[in-house]
């Protein structure tokens, strides 16, 4: 499973066959891997990493800290949930230090980021504060780099 | 005269009788073509893990540009101990029994001068790596080669051994896990190795520079068995496992006696091998681990794959059990390794090395590297089936 897990999270569109020839189990088994650690949500979803800036995709994404109240018997999780429910939300998680949840936010433009943390997230109740930053630029992403420089020089034959 | 004109006189005898490497005839052609997915590379396609590299821009920042003592630095030596006696349970002391050089290339040589006086027999295991006979003759040695056979793993066989011995015979020379066949020894016919060698006060050079890659489990070295670190050069470096080749660290343990005389060619022809290396080599045993396991799982599925499809493409193949290479058996064509590589780069752009430039018993096979990203591994498989198809 964990083989399988490592391959996929690599490279989300390697075929059942691919993976079979890889990890050397039958086809069919590794549909029926697959196809369990997607019902038991182990596998969430497939995305693709997208480099906005070459496919032209103006997106402004901020880092906003927010400090919330905790409530007496769901502690923060209440209050995060909700927020986490907003689209515009791409990840939420609580935070040890300074300030308690770590929201990353996407927008078209910086007004419409400005205008969710103002109107919305500011307005809920129970939030404290806002600290909003704006992205400038991304250098890696979910554990892949953007080339930032290119080297292949390696010999085409060697012993 | 001119020395361009008589050059061959004033080029060593010994230096003479070495062949030009069979890799560099096929290199030269490869390099006129564009396009081509080379699966004849013999280093990692991986590039240094960043910390490592980061170790070495450190040590430059701090200004460590000076000489080191000729064995290494004492910090990587001790590191070396440390490593061995976790992954073999022996013991090498750091100040008298490792030496720190410029690549296992660099350490084989300084082992086989250290050892052999003119005339004495070397034996080794063909196919293999390319620099062992020649750096053999070298030596003023006489390299005797011991052919490994596909219908046994590649594995090398005491028997043989024995069938190989005269009098002169001085030295064993091994390489396991394998370039370019990617075998590797049971410990039963280690065990019989080592007795021989005992039997016959013979001196083993083991090269272990891929035991690091290994697909199935911890791989004994002869150096376990009683009796065989008094006389065995046990040969290890960064190349494969972290994928450092340009660092060019290598290194050697054995008795001191050995080492104090390989010390002594080392000292003279190579001073020390370089400072930033050293410590980039330092960081690699410290805090590697995890990066090199990730590259070996990498390797290992990679290896699958291709063995599954030249299986299934009619190239006979045994499933290699360490090192990054595939030896399949190309004699269903009809075509001998050489027309089959250049006819297969030249027709579908594919490069693989020719078999025999690891030897004549290597005649009849191809070496395929699977050191490379696994999008062009399937292309490539695709391209030599066709090509496959065609004959």
Redesign the interface.
Known sequence: MQ?IL??LEQ?ALATPE?IS????LPVEEVRRRVRQLEEDKIIVGYKTIIDDDKADRKLVKALIEVKITPERDGGFNRLAARIAKYDEVKTCYLMSGGYDLLVIVEGTDLKQVATFVSEKLATINGVLSTATHFMLKAYKEQGTLYKLEQ?EE?????? | MSITTSSKSHVAQHVQKIPRSGIRDFFDIVQSMSDVISLSIGEPDFVTPWHIREAAIYALERGKTGYTSNLGTPSLRKQISAYIAAKHKVVYDWQTEILVAVGVSEALDIALRAILNPGDEVLYHEPCYVSYSPSVTLAYGKPVAITTKQSDNFVLRADDIRKALTPKTRALMMNFPCNPTGAVMPREELEKIAQLCIEHDLIVLSDEIYCELSYSGALPSIIEIPGMKERTIYFNGFSKAYAMTGFRIGYVCAPPVLTEAMLRVHQYAMLCAPILSQEAAAEALKNGESAMLHMRDEYRRRRNFLVHHFNKMGLTCHEPQGAFYLFPNITSTALTSREFAVRLLEEKKVAMVPGDAFGTSGEGFVRCSYATAMDQLEVAVERIADFVKSR
């Open positions: 083989e490592d391959i490279d691919k020839q890889m990890v050397k080297f390696r010999l085409k034959v060697s012993p």
